[in-house]
Nanobody, 118 residues
């Protein structure tokens, strides 16, 4: 089992920045690919970005490329999501997830709310 706890969400104006953190516990953190997903009201959950086990490779949705970046610190069992140039459409609950296989996430956090206002 892997437990994931997100933090860092909040209210921010358009064009602003936020940094989300996701602290993991339970199993060896570096064994897992980590991802961030989000779910806006009335919409399905969507993929945002992911990072490989040792942080060499990342992959992001087109909607956030150039604005969001994912990183991880395996010594601290934490993955981060740096969000810049935030837009109204970035408003959502953001979830981190862990998986042993690319594209297949087995563990999820409880989510943290990000609200972007004009």
């Amino acid at each position: 089992q892997v437990q994931l706890v997100e933090s860092g969400g909040g209210l921010v104006q358009t064009g602003g920045s936020l940094r989300l953190s996701c602290a993991a516990s339970g199993r060896t953190f570096s064994n897992y690919i980590m991802g961030w997903f989000r779910q806006a009201p009335g919409k399905e959950r969507e993929f945002v970005t992911s990072i490989s086990r040792i942080g060499v490779s990342t992959y992001s949705a087109d909607s956030v490329k150039g604005r969001f970046s994912i990183s991880r610190d395996n010594a601290k069992n934490t993955v981060y999501l740096e969000m810049n140039s935030l837009k109204l459409e970035d408003t959502a609950v953001y979830y981190c997830a862990a998986g042993r296989l690319s594209g297949k996430y087995d563990y999820w956090g409880q989510g943290t709310q990000v609200t972007v206002s004009s």
